[in-house]
């Protein structure tokens, strides 16, 4: 089985319709597949209606998340959507996106870059709207060449020129709203160095403790020692190793099931979540 656990749509920064996605993701001879979108699940109902048959979706999202300043990403698997306190929590963070990009907007043209909130909506679309999109807006004016090249001190990344804060969750109340709504959290990609601080081995064991089912390990953000690093210390601390490719269709350079996911370890999952079940294809034609 090949799975790819932690994909993203147009419901928040991917270029793909959820529909779109879950075609390309059995074209490409994945067995299963998660929707992982942004504080969102938006997509999900357009992506099980589309899927194809002898593909598998996960249902999920990714929470924001900031520990000491740091920013950090959960992967929730199979919640209960509907579940009250996580719901609202997904749409606190979600409804603080907009008057954030909107204060990246206005310190952009500080800076005399020519930047619209009209520009940044328009890529955006019905997705929620995030750094990426105004990451996307820089590459249209000529700012920077790539959207990996915005994330740096001189424009969006953490604590950059041009960085604004917007509500997160703190990641033990994540674990517990995830837990709570029946579902499975993963700490996405926590050795990702490339796009600022990271969290502390010592504060992942103390996740751990507090219920944190699994750590991705196998991420295009990763190099090699960083991963054996991580596996070690999911080997100590109990937790689950899940592999990814971060799919955002054209924004980034990372292809579905570039890294995938061990099927005892998705087996394992599937058993821990009672707050939904995954999808199996059954020929969607939308």
């Known amino acids: 089985m090949r799975i790819d656990l932690h994909t993203h749509s147009t419901a928040s920064d991917g270029t793909d319709a959820p529909a779109e996605l879950v075609r390309k993701a059995a074209a490409t001879g994945l067995d299963v597949v998660a929707l992982t979108d942004h504080d969102t699940t938006r997509g999900h109902a357009e992506a099980i209606a589309a899927l194809p048959e002898g593909l598998t979706l996960v249902t999920g999202a990714e929470l924001s998340c900031r520990l000491d300043g740091i920013g950090m990403h959960m992967l929730a698997y199979l919640f209960d959507a509907d579940e009250p306190a996580l719901l609202a929590e997904r749409e606190l963070v979600r409804d603080d996106r907009v008057p954030r990009a909107q204060g990246m907007i206005a310190k952009l043209r500080e800076l005399g870059v020519p930047v619209t909130w009209e520009q940044v909506a328009r890529i955006a679309g019905d997705g929620s709207v995030g750094r990426p999109h105004v990451a996307s807006a820089l590459v ?20 950059g020129r041009v960085f604004v804060e917007k509500h997160e969750t703190d990641p033990f109340e994540a674990i517990r709203l995830i837990k709570g709504a029946g579902g499975v959290a993963v700490f996405a990609h926590p050795g990702a160095s490339k796009r600022g601080r990271t969290v502390p081995e010592a504060a992942i064991a103390e996740m751990a403790v507090a219920g944190l089912d699994g750590i991705e390990v196998d991420h295009m953000d990763h190099d090699a020692d960083t991963r054996a690093r991580l596996r070690g210390l999911a080997k100590e601390l109990g937790l689950l ?3 990814s490719s971060d799919y955002h269709g054209s924004r980034k350079t990372c292809v579905l099931g570039e890294y995938t996911t061990d099927p005892e370890v998705y087996g394992e999952i599937t058993r821990r979540a009672f707050g939904a079940f995954p999808v199996p294809g059954a020929g969607g034609a939308v």
């Open 140 to 159: 249209e004016l000529g700012v920077v060449p790539t959207v990996s090249d915005a994330f740096t001190q001189d424009w969006l990344a953490d604590g």
């Open 241 to 243: 190793v899940t592999g």
